[in-house]
């Protein structure tokens, strides 16, 4: 079981830059690891998927925006977002679940976090 501790949103203009990081409570390289958000309404969609070998995933709405990385020296998750825009305010969540059975985009992970607030202003 692992426990997961996000970090690093808050309220920009568009066309800024945030970094969302992730502090996890066990070593990450055995663990599929994953960025979600949830809007006011919405479900929760999958953003950025990262697996125990490095291949990541993007949402068709932030390729060439944001960037996942995983760190596990540190056991961290990070998420690097550019040219952020109004649509991409949300409350995002981390997510793991064990490498063997990566769910990459899509929500059926076991463990989650419990999130931190962007909100982009136009």
């Known amino acids: 079981q692992v426990q997961l501790v996000e970090s690093g949103g808050g309220s920009v203009q568009a066309g800024g830059s945030l970094r969302l990081s992730c502090a996890a409570s066990a070593n990450t390289w055995r663990y599929c690891m994953g960025w979600f958000r949830q809007g006011p309404g919405t479900e929760r969609e999958g953003v950025a998927a990262?697996?125990?070998?490095?291949?990541?995933s993007y949402a068709d709405s932030v390729k060439g925006r944001f960037t996942i990385s995983k760190d596990n020296t540190k056991n961290t998750l990070n998420l690097q977002m550019n040219n952020l825009k109004p649509e991409d305010t949300a409350m995002y969540y981390c997510?793991?679940?064990?490498?063997?059975?990566?769910?990459?985009?899509?929500?059926?992970?076991?463990?989650w976090g419990q999130g931190t607030q962007v909100t982009v202003s136009s």
């Open positions: 990262i697996d125990d070998a490095g291949t990541t």
């Open positions: 997510a793991a679940e064990y490498w063997t059975r990566c769910p990459y985009l899509t929500t059926n992970y076991n463990f």
